[in-house]
């Protein structure tokens, strides 16, 4: 899946240092930069600069799994992510937040 970014370098720092993902590849090729970032196992996300006619911060929704919400929102809001949530649903636990592009996400449990 890809995430358009503003900046590619503050968005791996964002999903790496924050969100604890693990750098799965980061290359360059020519002006291009194909940097992706995930967990050890489970699906990785391309955080790449817009393409012509996209703009960065504008994917919502992505659903991330968590086996403790709570402490996951404990864990970012420490690290000054702006968390909404945690509450409960007919499906689950979850909370949600965004990128520092403004990219969001469902965190669930």
């Known amino acids: 899946m890809t995430v358009f970014v503003s900046d590619q370098d503050k968005a791996r720092d964002f999903y790496v240092d924050v969100l604890g993902f693990e750098v799965k590849t980061d290359q360059s090729f020519g ?3 194909w940097l992706e970032v995930g967990p050890a196992t489970g699906t990785a996300l391309v955080l790449h600069k817009p393409f ?4 960065a911060g504008t994917g919502q929704g992505t659903m991330l799994a968590s086996s403790d919400v709570d402490a996951d929102v404990a864990r970012l ?5 702006d ?3 945690p509450s409960d ?4 636990r979850q909370a ?3 990128d520092p592009d403004g990219n969001g996400y469902v965190l669930h449990g």
Do not use: L, Q, S
């Open 31 to 33: 002006p291009n930069r």
């Open 83 to 85: 968390v909404d949530g």
């Open 89 to 92: 649903t007919p499906w689950g």
């Open 77 to 81: 809001r420490a690290a000054g992510v």
């Open 52 to 55: 012509p006619g996209a703009t």
């Open 96 to 98: 949600t937040f965004a």
